[in-house]
T-cell receptor, first 114, second 113 residues
Framework: NAGVTQTPKFQVLKTGQSMTLQCAQDMNHEYMSWYRQDPGMGLRLIHYSVGAGITDQGEVPNGYNVSRSTTEDFPLRLLSAAPSQTSVYFC?????????????FGPGTRLTVL | SQKIEQNSEALNIQEGKTATLTCNYTNYSPAYLQWYRQDPGRGPVFLLLIRENEKEKRKERLKVTFDTTLKQSLFHITASQPADSATYLCALHRGSTLGRLYFGRGTQLTVWP
């Protein structure tokens, strides 16, 4: 199993541009989520999904959209990038909504918005 | 909202010693507390989970304690090695199916030979 994969690994955008961060998992996990990690702060939840077709907002959802058309994929869309969205983005998955299930993180996407 | 503090940003210890990292929280008592390891440029890796009704959990050289009275978890690495050098994150959850995992900022551990 490849686990959780993310592309791209690095990305530079100009303010106002849009892009999609890709996330995929091959473990047939129900629960997937997106976090951002900023210096001096803990990981913060952006959006999450409890299954195909079901998504909800986390702590910092503004400026981001998600969809979950398949179990495997959970892309994160930035509609109009802003410098405040410069961060490292991690996708994570776990088998179910049970918090006792192990959560697996992807390798991250480092995004810079100029 | 929940607030989590990890004792210090950096901890330096000599190889062979026991490293002890602290995670303190405020507000509600979590149902679960988790510890992760994160290496530079990589995603966090799950290490251990401890439930509110458990006092201690062990896995090889790792030990986690959970004191709901002190609102604190301690993470110990015994016989530490340079390969244990990384940032360690604590995270907690209230236990409901909805809601989220709150992460601390992490403690960077350096084990020197």
């Amino acid at each position: 199993n490849a686990g959780v994969t993310q592309t791209p690994k690095f990305q530079v955008l100009k303010t106002g541009q849009s892009m999609t961060l890709q996330c995929a998992q091959d473990m047939n996990h129900e629960y997937m989520s997106w976090y951002r990690q900023d210096p001096g702060m803990g990981l913060r939840l952006i959006h999450y999904s409890v299954g195909a077709g079901i998504t909800d907002q986390g702590e910092v959802p503004n400026g981001y959209n998600v969809s979950r058309s398949t179990t495997e994929d959970f892309p994160l869309r930035l509609l109009s990038a802003a410098p405040s969205q410069t961060s490292v983005y991690f996708c994570a998955s776990r088998a179910s909504m049970r918090w006792e299930d192990t959560q697996y993180f992807g390798p991250g996407t480092r995004l810079t918005v100029l | 909202s929940q607030k989590i503090e990890q004792n210090s940003e950096a901890l330096n210890i000599q190889e062979g010693k026991t490293a002890t990292l602290t995670c303190n929280y405020t507000n509600y008592s979590p149902a679960y507390l988790q510890w992760y390891r994160q290496d530079p440029g990589r995603g966090p890796v799950f290490l251990l989970l401890i439930r509110e009704n458990e006092k201690e959990k062990r896995k090889e050289r790792l030990k986690v304690t959970f004191d709901t009275t002190l609102k604190q978890s301690l993470f110990h690495i015994t016989a530490s090695q340079p390969a244990d050098s990384a940032t360690y994150l604590c995270a907690l959850h209230r236990g409901s199916t909805l809601g989220r995992l709150y992460f601390g900022r992490g403690t960077q551990l350096t084990v020197w030979p």
